[in-house]
């Protein structure tokens, strides 16, 4: 067994470095992905063993890196293309929606575009404007794409490597807060499909549904949740697009109560159609409404104030009290 | 910022300084930046640069393109009118520069057209009625683009631009000699994707040809509402060749952009082909030029028809005699009965086509909207409805 204890950044390295041995058209590309390895170091190394051809440094043009993407994919490469972060893939939001999204669809089923974009996301590490957004439900709302996102070191080895062979486009969103958190993985042992959620804590009172960054929010909550007797699950759904309704459904006909945990805005957000969708296969079971805990409808505010919005884990154990009143 | 504030903030230098309010005029399509080598009155002439020495039967199939291309185009816009087709984007005008260009290119080549190249897709051999599907509203684009090597419209303007550059830096990669063409319109190179796609072919080297039909209208805005260059111009900017080309002339369209791709086969990277020209009809059948646009321009564009100077050529030279034309004819009547009865014979799409091939690799949410979908359609049937 090869198991090893590594960082998220290490694992998504080893991954993608894994990636490049296996397959010779699979290519990286991106703003300082080749000398650099990229601001959070996460393509470090790789230019330098498999060459300029294969991990390219673009221009700084994020609706180009997209495009030229798929234009490669169109000719047979299979491009992992990194936005620098969160608040800067708009720029290219019109190629992966009017474009990457639909051309599976458009041409009957003749194009395939195995490209993935990687976007570092989410809150938390006290950086400046349009650097800690989590823009995730603006991508699962578009057909044609699917959306996941690691929360542990071992997904983020595993699901970038389903991500890379998958013949769909993947927006794969790093929590880049958790980047240096250490878990362990077993590069042999291979975990389930890439939209099946996992129990990361089972229990019996109340699910908790988290995602990314927030499910080490959740496991503490629960943790403290138990020192008060109460028994929280916390469900890691790893995939926001599809999501795995089975997974959630089967936990709360156990439980009774759910509440969803993220960090981007609650209005519209992912939560919302956690909330719907399980309200209607659940309804008889629960036994309070299901809760959301996550950002407010205003912009990402300065990172001394980031803490007020985020969710913390007060504001996920006052939402467990609130369920558990019912 | 805009051009006027910049100007507004300058010192006065000199009372003879142009009004800022005044953009600079559009260069003329004509002196010697632009290459001709066949005269709106069907004369020959020479160029330097670009020399071409086509056989009278090639010379013919060119017409042919051209004429056929004309009477399928007029087919689909009467088809629009009768109710056929939802909507038209006509080609009226520009035979020769999508002629011109579509026959330069190998097999191997790949074209990333707009929603307007179908001389190129002619050249190409699709089949033009499967052209017609997306304008009816039966799918959104009826051919394998890897069949003839022609990707499936592109309606975002300019988005495609990146699409080529992409696949042209693969090509690179692959060691392959072919080489790629992007088509895009004078109102596409005001979108930031175009100025990436230069930015980026230029970077990487990339073979690739982009053909810009600059049809002096997007819609209602003139090119005077895009650019205060002439846009072969802007190439120089990104560090490659720019030219523009008598967009109604063919020979001289199919001689640039021969010598374009030539270039980009080499290995020394892309150029921009400006095709000058001119769209005579409505952007699409859903817009009014006489809105915006005066009759006498586009008589004086009818002068320049594409069509018509290679017939006098033909004619002059004695390249054709009446039984080609007459034969032409007949031929032209076909395309035209054969496109009016492929488009109504059309099969609806089945209705659980909305659900096929949404992604690759199956989504479980596609499966149950599909099976929920499916029941409701069959509830109808067992009511016997």
């Known amino acids: 067994m090869a198991v090893e204890k590594m960082s998220i950044a290490k694992a998504l390295n080893e991954s993608l470095r894994k990636a490049l041995e296996t397959d010779p058209k699979v290519l990286i590309m991106g703003e300082d992905v080749g000398k650099l390895g990229g601001v959070f170091r996460i393509t470090d190394g790789l230019q330098k063993d498999f060459g300029e051809d294969r991990v390219i440094d673009t221009p700084l043009a994020e609706s180009g890196i997209v495009g030229t993407a798929i234009g490669l994919a169109l000719r047979g490469y299979r491009p992992v293309v990194e936005i620098q972060f969160d608040g800067f893939v708009f720029p290219a939001y019109d190629q992966i929606v009017t474009q990457l999204a639909k051309m599976h669809a458009r041409s009957l089923g003749k194009i395939k575009l195995p490209v993935v974009v990687r976007i570092p996301y989410g809150g938390g590490i006290g950086a400046v404007e349009h650097h800690s957004e989590s823009p995730e439900a603006l991508f699962a709302h578009v057909a044609g794409l699917k959306v996941v996102s690691p929360s542990n070191a071992s997904d983020a080895y595993w699901m970038m490597q389903q991500a890379v062979q998958s013949d769909d486009p993947i927006i794969f969103f790093e929590p880049k807060r958790r980047y240096w958190d250490k878990g362990e993985l077993d590069t042999e042992s291979i975990p389930g499909p890439l939209h099946k959620a996992a129990v990361a804590r089972a229990g019996s009172d109340l699910t908790l549904v988290a995602y990314g960054p927030m499910v080490k929010v959740c496991l503490e909550a629960a943790a403290a949740a138990q020192e008060e007797g109460k028994s929280v699950e916390v469900l890691d759904l790893r995939s926001m697009s599809p999501i795995d309704f089975d997974a959630v459904q089967t936990s709360v006909e156990k439980t009774g109560r759910l509440v969803v945990v993220h960090e981007a805005p609650v209005f519209y957000g992912s939560g919302a159609e956690i909330a719907a969708r399980i309200t209607e296969r659940c309804f008889y079971h629960l036994e309070a409404p299901v809760l959301r805990v996550g950002g407010y409808h205003a912009p990402y505010p300065p990172a001394r104030l980031e803490d007020e919005y985020l969710p913390g884990l007060d504001r996920v154990l006052d939402a467990v009290d609130r369920s558990l009143a019912y | ?385």
């Open chain 2, 1 to 385: 910022m805009t051009v006027e504030s910049t100007a507004a903030r300058k010192p006065r230098r000199s009372s003879k300084r142009t009004s800022a309010k005044t953009p600079a005029k559009t260069p003329e399509g004509s002196g010697p930046q632009l290459v001709q080598l066949l005269t709106p009155e069907g004369e020959r002439v020479e160029h330097p640069d670009f020399e071409i020495d086509l056989s009278a039967e090639e010379l013919r199939g060119l017409y042919r393109d051209m004429v056929l291309t004309r009477r399928f185009d007029a087919e689909a816009t009467a088809l629009q009118r009768q109710g056929e087709l939802g909507l038209w984007a006509s080609l009226l005008g520009q035979e020769a520069a999508q002629i011109g260009s579509g026959r330069a290119l190998r097999d191997d080549d790949y074209v990333f057209p707009t929603y307007r190249e179908h001389g190129v897709a002619w050249c190409r051999g699709v089949d033009p009625t499967n052209l017609l599907g997306m304008f009816r509203g039966v799918n959104h684009g009826g051919w394998d683009p890897n069949t003839n090597n022609f990707h499936l419209y592109t309606i975002v303007i300019g988005s495609q631009t990146l699409h080529a550059t992409g696949y042209a830096m693969g090509v690179a990669k692959d060691g392959a000699d072919s080489a790629v063409i992007a088509y895009f319109g004078d109102g596409a190179s005001s979108q930031g994707d175009v100025a990436e796609a230069f930015t980026f072919s230029a970077v990487y080297n990339a073979p690739v040809v982009f053909f810009c039909q600059n049809n002096q209208w997007a819609i209602s805005e003139p090119t005077e509402k895009q650019t205060r260059v002439p846009l072969y111009q802007r190439a120089q900017g990104f560090g490659f060749p720019g030219i523009r080309v008598d967009g109604n002339d063919v020979l001289a369209c199919l001689a640039v952009t021969r010598s374009a791709l030539e270039r980009a086969r080499r290995g020394e990277g892309p150029t921009l082909v400006e095709a000058f020209t001119y769209r005579m009809g409505a952007h699409t059948t859903s817009d009014d030029p006489t809105k915006y646009r005066a009759d006498e321009e586009r008589a004086a564009w009818e002068a320049k028809d594409p069509i018509l100077r290679l017939r006098t050529y033909l004619e002059k030279q004695e390249l054709a005699d009446a039984a080609f034309f007459t034969a032409l004819e007949e031929e032209s009547e076909a395309l035209g009965k054969r496109v009016r009865e492929a488009v109504r014979a059309m099969p609806e799409p089945d209705r659980l086509a909305i659900f096929d091939h949404a992604y690759a690799d199956g989504n479980p949410l596609v499966d149950e909207e599909r099976a929920q979908f499916a029941a409701y359609q069959a509830s109808f049937a067992e009511e016997g409805n």
